[in-house]
């Protein structure tokens, strides 16, 4: 009688791959290990090897590199998406494609499970079940590294007791994850938050001292709101964004250095490495400045805030996120034009920008000849906008306030 099925969202880390075997031998099932590509990791043919080499009946790779910029990262470039003004949550954004890449594995599979890598204490834990939840709650969830109670050092024990290969030593134990977005470091020193970060956690990016002395600058062009073009090149966008992430990463610009607070309720030490969305986001946020209405640019920041909490607690596949979205889809229809970024020494700063929709007029700002300001109307206008705080100071002077 054939067992029943498993798929596991695979990373070929530690965790995952430690996963495989532990699954199929407390569960008793067929482990169909998969691989979502979302970009930035190099070698996803050695990915599935491995996955079939430490035990699964089948390894899958799923490249949704274009998928995760056309349907997540262009929502989060307009939603100026950052967690707690830090964090572009580029962890947080992917899950719900690899788990919604899972239920759909699942189902032609004909599995009965689907198991992730996820602590007990951690955020992702959150975001892969929920997403199951909201897309196939028929389907039953192992969550390994929530049972099987081993310590990372142990977990590495248990990977050289039985034969399987991770890219992690005693030595330096530090957990990655990568995607287009960004880049994650945890664990071993970095969790001493009195600590100075060890500089060989880094590797996307230079330390900004060491940087070029020279500034680079790149042109960006967007359309409504997405990417399009790098110095007139139109590229498709995980092209665009790897670039970026290359470029940046030279100049030291994306390091994020934070304590964290995590949807369990508990603080953490993070390090994340983020050059494209770095410059990206601060670029597509000075052209919004541009080209968006007062009202608009001012009261866009309060879903902001909501939308980034919304994604990094896991609600992606909720009724507020989508209608959200379509706020910020409509925000976004005249967000065009190009902006021109400075990076030097770990800042990226916009020195330039122009678009056909600018709302910026000269004639109107300039203190030139060529002034058509009326400023006899300001008389007029202060005085009707300053009303309620006169009235209001008049009562509080009769009553001796």
């Not at 967007?222 to 139109?234: C, N, T, W």
């Not at 925000?331 to 122009?354: N, P």
């Not at 030139?368 to 009707?384: C, L, R, T, Y």
């Amino acid at each position: 009688m054939a067992k029943e099925l498993c798929v596991l969202a695979y990373s070929g880390g530690l965790d995952t791959s430690v996963a495989i075997k532990w699954i199929a031998d407390r569960y008793n099932v067929d482990v169909i290990a998969l691989a979502v590509d979302v970009g930035e990791e190099k070698n996803y043919e050695a990915i599935r090897r491995k996955g079939e080499q430490v035990g699964a009946v089948e390894s899958i790779v799923v490249d949704a590199k274009q998928e995760f910029f056309d349907d997540f990262i262009t929502r989060a470039i307009a939603a100026n998406l950052m967690y707690e003004h830090k964090y572009p949550a580029f962890t947080a954004l992917a899950r719900p494609l690899l788990a919604k890449e899972q239920v759909r594995i699942a189902r032609e599979k004909g599995a009965t499970y689907v198991a992730h890598g996820c602590t007990g204490k951690g955020n992702d834990q959150v975001r892969f079940e929920v997403t199951y939840q909201a897309l196939a709650p028929e389907l039953k969830v192992i969550a390994p590294a929530r049972e099987w109670n081993m310590s990372r050092e142990e977990e590495i024990e248990y990977a050289e007791r039985h034969g399987i290969p991770v890219p992690v030593g005693k030595e330096s134990p530090y957990s990655t994850d990568t995607n287009l977005w960004g880049r994650s470091i945890e664990c071993g020193v970095i969790e001493d938050p009195s600590q100075e970060a060890p500089e060989d956690a880094w590797q996307w990016t230079v330390s900004p001292a060491q940087a070029p002395d020279e500034p680079a600058y790149v042109q960006i062009e967007f359309e409504q709101g997405v990417p399009v073009a790098l110095d007139g090149e139109r590229l498709p966008g995980p092209e665009l964004v790897a670039r970026l992430n290359a470029l940046g990463g030279a100049h030291g610009v994306g390091r994020v250095n934070m304590m964290e607070n995590r949807l369990v309720g508990i603080k953490s030490r993070e390090l994340y490495e983020t050059p494209a969305a770095a410059i990206l986001l601060a670029a597509h946020r000075d052209l919004e400045s541009l080209t968006l209405d007062r009202e608009t640019y001012h009261f866009k920041p309060y879903l902001e805030l909501r939308y980034a909490e919304l994604v990094y607690y896991g609600l992606w596949y909720t009724p507020l996120r989508e209608a959200i979205d379509a706020f910020m889809a409509e925000t976004q229809k005249r967000v065009s034009g190009t902006v021109t970024m400075k990076l030097y020494k770990g800042r990226a700063e916009a020195v330039a920008r122009e678009s056909n929709w600018s709302l910026y007029d000269y004639s109107l700002a300039t203190y030139a000849a060529e002034d058509q300001f009326d400023q006899s109307a300001s008389v007029g206008f202060i005085h009707i906008w300053g009303l309620p705080a006169k009235v209001a100071a008049a009562v509080r002077r009769k009553q001796g306030g």
